[in-house]
């Protein structure tokens, strides 16, 4: 029943900014972490960005510290991911990534997460 659906990916130039959206069903997520990942050919899926609640800590992995912002709507019971100043490396498929509970040490794992979308494709053009 639980399902999460990504938008929001596309093609951008270098420099730009796209802005994702991950939006769940099937359960509320508010109390419970939630992050994105993502994945080029060839790589482990990485972690990109975490929220535990709407106002809880946020997580960043350094190489999109200071570029993107992940956001919570408790409301909409969505997850964002803004990103600015994208680079080519930012290419990947990127997944939304949800728990089934609030424990919760390490963000960045992607064992730490219980449910996960479809994945959207971002790719940044130089």
């Known amino acids: 029943q639980v399902q999460l659906v990504e938008s929001g990916g596309g093609l951008v130039q270098a420099g730009g900014s796209l802005r994702l959206s991950c939006a769940a069903s099937?359960?509320?997520?508010?109390?419970?972490?939630m992050g994105w990942f993502r994945q080029a050919p060839g790589k482990e899926r990485e972690f990109v960005a975490a929220?535990?609640?709407?106002?809880?800590?946020?997580y960043y992995a350094d190489s999109v510290k200071g570029r993107f912002i992940i956001s919570r709507d408790n409301a909409k019971n969505t997850v964002g991911l803004q990103m600015n100043s994208l680079k080519p490396e930012d290419t990947a498929v990127y997944y939304c990534?949800?728990?089934?509970?609030?424990?919760?040490?390490?963000?960045?794992?992607?064992?730490?997460?219980?449910?996960w979308g479809q994945g959207t494709q971002v790719t940044v053009s130089s």
């Open positions: 929220k535990t609640t709407s106002g809880g800590a946020t």
């Open positions: 990534a949800a728990r089934a509970g609030s424990y919760y040490r390490s963000p960045a794992s992607t064992d730490e997460y219980t449910y």
């Open positions: 099937g359960r509320t997520f508010g109390s419970y972490p």
